[in-house]
């Protein structure tokens, strides 16, 4: 079996690192004209744990991957999969209030 490239390869054990079900962190990796894309798939309990608070774990394992691709001499971007049945991000309808009715 090939080796993992090194960022895929780090990404994978950093995420494990911080999930509760290793087993389920999947990383897939496409190669374009505009660099490296890791595609990041967990389980859907542990995706609060890879976004964290207002995102700030999800932005520090992005500064790591660029680190790891400046070392590499490659742009790698990360894009963390929606689990299935999320609602967030997808401008769910608001109820009206009363007051912006009249």
């Not at 001499?73 to 309808?93: D, F, M």
């Amino acid at each position: 079996m090939a080796q993992k490239p090194h960022d895929e390869e780090f990404l994978e054990y950093l995420v494990k690192s911080i999930v509760e079900n290793p087993d389920k962190v999947k990383v897939t990796r496409k190669v374009d004209e505009m660099g490296v894309l890791l595609s990041l798939a967990v389980d859907p309990k542990d995706m609060g744990l890879v976004v964290g608070r207002q995102g700030a774990t999800a932005k520090a394992i992005r500064s790591l991957l660029r680190i790891v691709g400046i070392r590499n001499n490659a742009r790698v971007n990360l894009k963390i999969e929606e689990p299935e049945g999320s609602t967030r991000g997808h401008g769910a309808p608001r109820e009206e209030s009363a007051e912006a009715a009249s």
